[in-house]
């Protein structure tokens, strides 16, 4: 179970979720430092994969709607969980959604975001690519990306995607954190706050549950927000 499921019970605490301008997109980083700072992704501005981590293997560099596979596997099994990503738009500056404000604890109510920060809503379809039930969150496994920092989301931040989880549950389609059967698509929503003014350039997705583990920085895809030559 993702830890957006675990917060769910905690809902009745928070507010709103958001939608946001269609922005050009970031990448991330996959340190240890704690969600929703600030950290250094790649080491120089002029590093093709600028916004992935530090010695994260790059996969692939899709651009905004080119799907991606996930490959996840255990240490304590044989089995394999498969999902085909498509990170479907970043939108940044908007308010929020109000159809996924109608399910905070206060309908309608959209928090602030950290004074000197906006939200960012990234958009993406999971479409389960294995042989059986799986679960997938982007809530410890994402960094939106702007040039070479890389901003995770915080606890509140995934709260309030949940939100939008809660929205879409309504309409028939199970966030993947809860489990999606093979061959079944669903909707999948991260909350990132990066500064008022800045755009996102790109957005790392890792390969895996997680950015890290015990045994390193996890490898991931470097979705590019911008077309090539766009500044």
């Not at 080491?43 to 560099?61: K, N, Q, S, W, Y």
């Not at 906006?118 to 410890?140: F, P, T």
């Not at 390193?216 to 927000?225: I, K």
Request: proline residues 9%; glycine residues 8%.
């Amino acid at each position: 179970m993702s830890s957006r499921a675990s917060t769910f019970a905690a809902l009745g605490a928070a507010s709103a979720l958001l939608i946001v301008t269609a922005c050009t997109a970031g990448t991330s980083s996959g340190t240890t430092s704690s969600p929703g700072s600030a950290v250094p992704a790649a080491a120089t501005t002029t590093d093709p994969h600028i916004g992935a981590p530090p010695g994260a293997e790059v996969l692939a560099r899709p651009a905004v709607g080119e799907p991606f596979k996930l490959t996840i596997d255990y240490s304590n099994t044989s089995a394999l969980d498969e999902f085909e990503v498509t990170v479907d738009e970043v939108r940044c500056g908007e308010p929020l959604d109000p159809k996924a404000l109608a399910h905070a604890a206060d309908p309608g109510t959209e928090p602030p975001p950290e004074e000197g920060k906006q939200y960012c809503v990234v958009s993406m379809e999971v479409r389960n690519a294995g042989k059986s039930e799986a679960d997938w969150s982007a809530d410890d496994a994402i960094t939106l990306n702007v040039d070479d920092t890389a901003y995770s989301p915080t606890q509140s931040d995934n709260e309030l995607a949940g939100l939008y989880a809660q929205y879409w549950s309504d309409q028939g389609k199970t966030d993947p954190s809860f489990g999606i059967n093979p061959g079944s698509r669903s909707p999948e929503h991260a909350v990132v706050q990066i500064p008022v003014g800045d755009e996102p350039t790109t957005v790392w997705v890792a390969s895996g549950n997680l950015l890290e583990t015990i045994d390193g920085v996890e490898p991931g895809y470097l979705v590019q927000l911008r077309t090539p030559g766009q500044s």
